[in-house]
């Protein structure tokens, strides 16, 4: 019969009106709504941010909306796993502006992520938006080789074993005298993983009797970890 095109006019609802007439006059006409829809849905992610290092659920927001929506995917894939997207969700498609598209519980990865949403209109029209994360589910590791738990130490004494993480933010080492301290006094901290000796602590100030040690370490993803253990420091008397 006839091809419209649609990009003449601006979006909205038409009708749409066929009249066929015959040679002796006769008409007959028939009539239907339309909707004219040329804009590609809006579709943008606005956290997490790319690059972030994030662990446990994962609040992804943005804006999603189209006058005439019809589906909402969040998928997601591994960074050096291209074109293989897994579901997280079908979202209802409803328009959704500044706010949560949702919350994914990702406790279960690590690794760097891709994640990517993708809204379709009514005419088949898609737009998506993705951001580029690391996920990082796993707490630093802390292990302490030497000086061993109540061992009994003099002088320079060095602290031997591991403080690590992927994604480590900062460690604290601090001491405290007797069992339970009342006070703590900062040995080292730093912001990067450290394997062998840690660092050395020059007991000569200290008087003799027992410490405890605790260490705390942070990574970028806020996972968190921590050990306390007790030396003695005594020196020999003559």
Known sequence: LEVWDTTTVTD???????????LPGNSSSNQAPVIVDNTTPTVSISNPSSGDILAG??????????DNLNSILLEYQ??????????????NPSNIVNNTIY???????????IIRITATDRTGKTTS????????????????????RESINAGLVDFTGEISDLNMDQYTVKYGYGIQPP??????????????????WDTPNVKD??????????????????????IKIGRAHV
């Open 12 to 22: 909205g609802t038409y009708t749409l009106r066929l009249t066929v007439s015959d």
């Open 57 to 66: 659920i994962i609040n992804i927001a943005g804006t999603v909306s189209d």
């Open 78 to 91: 591994e960074t050096s796993s291209p074109e293989s997207w897994q579901a997280i969700a079908s979202i």
């Open 103 to 113: 919350d994914w519980a990702a406790s279960s990865l690590n690794g760097d992520y």
């Open 129 to 148: 938006d993705e951001v580029s994360i690391r996920l990082d589910n796993i707490d630093p590791l802390i292990e302490i080789t030497s000086p061993t």
């Open 183 to 200: 006070r703590w006094w900062n040995l080292t901290s730093g912001s990067t993983s450290e394997i062998g000796t840690i660092f050395s």
């Open 209 to 230: 009797g027992y410490y405890t040690i605790k260490i705390d370490a942070v990574d970028k993803a806020g996972n968190a970890a921590n050990r306390e253990f007790m």
